[in-house]
């Protein structure tokens, strides 16, 4: 798993965490990946990426800017089962 800031260049400063504010994060995974099973990294994707979203009164996205639901998890399951 890999968290990008949405601002370009998507990097993160360590010495600025008091101030830092940015209006979206990405998390993302790479299919298939080098380790594990990637529809149980991909269910830690969304488990992670929903308690951040509750911790910092945010959404969770899709691919299409949507929130993300029921259907759009299945999507993504199925791009990943057809990837491996």
């Known amino acids: 798993l890999s968290l990008m800031n949405a601002i370009d260049p998507g990097t993160f400063d360590p010495q600025d965490t008091q101030s830092f504010a940015t209006p979206a994060l990405a998390l993302f995974m790479r299919v298939p990946g080098s380790t594990g099973n990637p529809e149980i990294v991909f269910d830690r994707l969304v488990g992670i990426a929903s308690e951040m979203a509750s911790e910092l ?3 969770v996205l899709d691919d299409q800017q949507q929130p993300l639901d029921a259907a759009g998890i299945d999507r993504y399951r199925d791009m990943i089962n057809a990837r491996t």
Do not use: F, G
């Open 57 to 59: 009164n945010a959404v």
